[in-house]
């Protein structure tokens, strides 16, 4: 079943994706699961009819289970022979035909014997062991006619003929571990989208296309950003290429400045400590899965770090603190590690080692609301200055256990919510969603074609200060807890470069460029004078190359396909009165510029941080 989680939005309806082509005159809103009940209903229903189809073509595969997803479903099936694509096809057909029967679905309330008894009499493992994991009564059963049935809690459209067979896709097969335990069978997991009209599932396969030309793993590679090494080094280890290096050393450049300003010091911490260090913390007990095996060293037990949190509590430790030293902000670029299967890491996205844009801010209880409204500022100036101004809020607040007592709680979401309503960002909230050592505010931003990406989060902690002894000295003398803030902006950098090449598809503002200009002679003539204005160039910190010896159509075609954002022809009437020939990536010819203005506007742009020139 499928666990939506609802969320507001600033600056835009809460959301929905938007696909349009060119020619259309209104774009078709592509709505998710969580935004609409009709297509959850649809979504969820077309996985059963799915799983109903399979059976009947394939009577040996067993099912196991079947949730919708964000823009459609996915189920599992335990069939080792595997599913082709003419399969998928084959499957498609016969959920038509299912479809078009017009079968109705209905709801049953079943005793939990009788449906092991039924489950038994299908001989159907899977389903008994879902069965086993479902705490509640009665067992609730869906038929799709009096062919299907499965377990289930709903919801469902009334009938299959509710759902428009040229709405319908299925998409893909998968390998799928039962239950994600690799030591667990391999399941076949087909994926499957649903919509409520053909115009949307079009919309959606435009959407797909768009998405596919954006791939930041084909952009990456075409413009020679990274690479992500597997055979040789191992999987999800990413290698900075000198391009993209260049542009991770400018966005670290840019986050560390704006902290400074912001009042924030920064540290650097070790990438391994002793694993006493991380049971203290809690780690090695609750996220002991995500962690890489200890290291032995000289008869002590060392531990790659999976977060850096333990490690600023070590540096606060190491210090003395009266109340007027608080509120104490520190940052750190602090690469970590965490396992990850190989079957779930994904480009940037998900990888085993990453830089996390960490800090840590220990305050006092009053301080809380203005340090918060703080790291939204903070939050909105960074985010905006990469082209990312709408956000969607989470509020989460205090779950079913938890550390802390009520007093600490209320007055922490309290102080949330105040730094909120100070922002006039509209929130959701998700009662009993927060960790179970604090409150947290989480941010996803929207890109360029309307998807969502987490970033940012804020949370409160009382668990570690109390599990470090974390103390400063109040006005009367007395040894008091400090509150401890967590808090990542981009959350991942390597994630977020990710988002942002995706999000620009490769062509980057002009600040972040990894070559901003690029210089094209038309004859070996104008070489000295081209040499000269490169030197120009970079001595007003300009990133600039020179591209020559082909004609002149191609230059041009090779550095729109570099998507380099400033073009600069350079013929013997260009050398003569000291001009070039602009063209940019995003608005075509300029005309002709003398080169001090080029200098002007590309260096107005890096001090700005504009996108265009």
């Not at 260049?246 to 694993?275: A, C, N, Q, S």
Request: net charge negative.
């Amino acid at each position: 079943m499928a666990d939506a989680t609802a969320s507001g939005c600033v600056g835009v309806p809460s959301a929905s994706l938007a696909a349009a082509t060119a020619a259309s005159a209104a774009p078709v809103k592509l709505l998710t699961s969580d935004e609409s009940e009709e297509l959850l209903k649809i979504r969820h229903t077309t996985a059963h009819i799915c799983a109903m189809a399979v059976q009947r073509l394939f009577p040996t595969a067993q099912v196991t289970i079947g949730p919708w997803i964000d823009r459609g479903f996915y189920y599992d099936f335990d069939y080792p022979a595997g599913f082709s694509d003419k399969d998928l096809k084959d499957i498609k057909k016969q959920m038509i035909k299912i479809i078009n029967k017009d079968m109705p679905l209905r709801r049953e309330e079943v005793s939990r014997e009788e449906a092991r008894k039924r489950i038994e009499a299908l001989n159907e493992p899977y389903k008994l062991e879902i069965l086993d994991a479902i705490k509640t009564e009665p067992i609730t059963i869906y038929h799709i006619g009096d062919e299907w049935w499965d377990l289930c809690a709903g919801p469902h459209v009334e009938s299959t003929k509710a759902i428009h067979p040229k709405a319908i896709d299925l998409e893909s097969v998968a390998g799928a571990y039962w239950r994600g335990d690799e030591k667990r069978p391999m399941l076949q997991r087909i994926y499957g989208t649903a919509w409520s009209t053909p115009e949307e599932l079009k919309a959606y396969n435009d959407f797909k296309a768009e998405a596919a030309r954006r791939d930041h793993r084909k952009v990456g590679k075409d413009l020679n950003l990274f690479s992500i090494q597997q055979e040789d080094v191992g999987g999800g280890l990413v290698f900075w290429h000198p391009k993209g290096a260049l542009m991770r050393d400018m966005i670290e450049r840019f986050w560390k400045d704006i902290h400074l300003e912001r009042g924030y010091d920064l540290l650097y911490t070790p990438h391994v400590g002793k694993l006493d260090l991380w049971k203290t913390s809690g780690h090695a007990d609750f996220y002991s899965e995500n962690m890489y095996r200890p290291i032995d060293v000289e008869d002590e037990t060392y531990q790659l770090k999976p977060m850096n949190c333990p490690f600023h509590v070590a540096v606060y430790k190491d210090g003395y603190f009266s109340y007027r030293d608080l509120p104490i902000r520190w940052a750190e670029m602090g690469t970590v590690y965490r396992y990850e299967r190989s079957g779930t890491m994904h480009g940037l996205f998900r990888v085993r080692g990453f830089t996390q844009d960490d800090a840590h801010i220990f305050c006092l209880p009053d301080q809380i609301a203005d340090e918060i409204k703080g790291v939204l500022d903070l939050t909105e100036d960074i985010l905006s200055t990469f082209g990312f101004k709408e956000f969607e809020v989470n509020l989460s607040t205090q779950p079913e256990k938890s550390v802390g007592g009520p007093e600490i709680w209320d007055k922490a979401e309290g102080a949330l919510k105040d730094a909120l309503a100070q922002k006039g960002w509209d929130y959701e909230v998700d009662e009993g969603g927060g960790a179970f050592y604090g409150p947290k505010i989480d941010i996803k931003i929207l890109d360029a074609i309307g998807r969502k990406w987490q970033c940012s989060t804020v949370q409160l902690d009382f668990n570690l200060p109390e599990r470090f002894d974390l103390a400063y000295i109040d006005k009367e003398n007395v040894k008091q807890r400090p509150i401890m803030i967590h808090r990542a902006i981009f959350g991942s950098l390597e994630r977020f470069f990710g988002i942002l090449t995706e999000n620009y598809a490769g062509a980057f503002p002009l600040w972040i460029a990894p070559t901003q200009v690029r210089l094209l002679p038309v004859t070996d003539a104008v070489d000295d004078y081209v040499q000269e204005t490169a030197r120009k160039l970079r001595a007003a910190g300009i990133r600039c190359d020179v591209q020559s010896q082909e004609r002149l159509a191609k230059l041009v075609r090779n550095a729109e396909k570099a998507k380099i954002p400033v073009m600069c022809v350079v013929g013997e009437q260009e050398a003569k009165d000291g001009t070039l020939a602009v063209r940019t990536y995003a608005d075509g010819d300029q005309g002709v510029l003398s080169v001090d203005d080029v200098v002007a506007r590309i260096s107005a742009a890096n001090q700005g941080k504009g996108e265009k020139f």
